[in-house]
Structures are given as structure tokens and as C-alpha cells.
């Protein structure tokens, strides 16, 4: 079994900064792409900022310049560090990762508990 854990939210005044975390464990393999996705009360899960075993960085084009993902790949974590926060991040934030779990298996994707970002203005 593979858990994802989250932490990191919590309330924050507009213009604020957030840091969160997300730990993959279990068995795990590889993990080959995590990223951070949101979703506001009524509306649909979106990308947030994804992160490429390598190195390599996708972002939603409303948080680029504010957001910045990063991993830790020895210890299988994903971070996503939050500055010039607005109102409009208000959201669960999930965590994703797309990993293998053993070598030779086919790579399945896995999703936190989610975690919450209120941005007060």
C-alpha cells in the first residue's frame, strides 16, 4: 500500500507565504512525476505545478512567478512553496505521485487526504 501525507496548510493573510509538503511511503519502486493540484469550493480539481523525476516543472499559468515545486527525491517528498498568496488560492490542495511499485509493474497514480489553504483578505 502507498500513502501519500500532506501537511503544510492553514490560514494565511493575503500577501502571505505557505509551505507544503507531501511524503509518498510504502513499497515503493520509482516514482516518476508529483505535482499539487486544488479545488475550490464548486469548482473542478485543477493542476497546480507538477515536477518530473528529473527535475523538470509544469505550472498553472495563475500561480507561475508566486509558486515554486520542488522534490526531495531520496525521500520521496514533493514541496510546494507558496508566496504572494491571494484569495483566490483558497482550495484543498492534493498531492499526487506517479510511481511504480515494483520493477517491471505498470505505473499507477496515487493522491493524498488533501490538505486546506485559506487566504484571508
Known amino acids: 500500500q502507498v500513502q501519500l501525507v500532506e501537511s503544510g496548510g492553514g490560514l494565511v493573510q493575503a500577501g502571505g507565504s505557505l509551505r507544503l509538503s507531501c511524503a509518498a511511503s510504502?513499497?515503493?519502486?520509482?516514482?516518476?512525476?508529483m505535482g499539487w493540484y486544488r479545488q475550490a469550493p464548486g469548482k473542478q480539481r485543477e493542476l497546480v505545478a507538477t515536477?518530473?523525476?528529473?527535475?523538470?516543472?509544469t505550472y498553472a499559468d495563475s500561480v507561475k512567478g508566486r509558486f515554486t515545486i520542488s522534490r526531495d527525491n531520496a525521500k520521496n517528498t514533493v514541496y510546494l512553496q507558496m508566496n504572494s498568496l491571494k484569495p483566490e488560492d483558497t482550495a484543498v490542495y492534493y498531492c499526487n505521485a506517479n510511481l511504480k511499485r515494483w520493477p517491471g509493474y505498470r505505473t499507477s497514480d496515487h493522491w493524498g487526504q488533501g490538505t486546506q489553504v485559506t487566504v484571508s483578505s
Open positions: 515536477i518530473t523525476s528529473g527535475g523538470g516543472t
Open positions: 510504502g513499497i515503493i519502486f520509482s516514482i516518476n512525476a
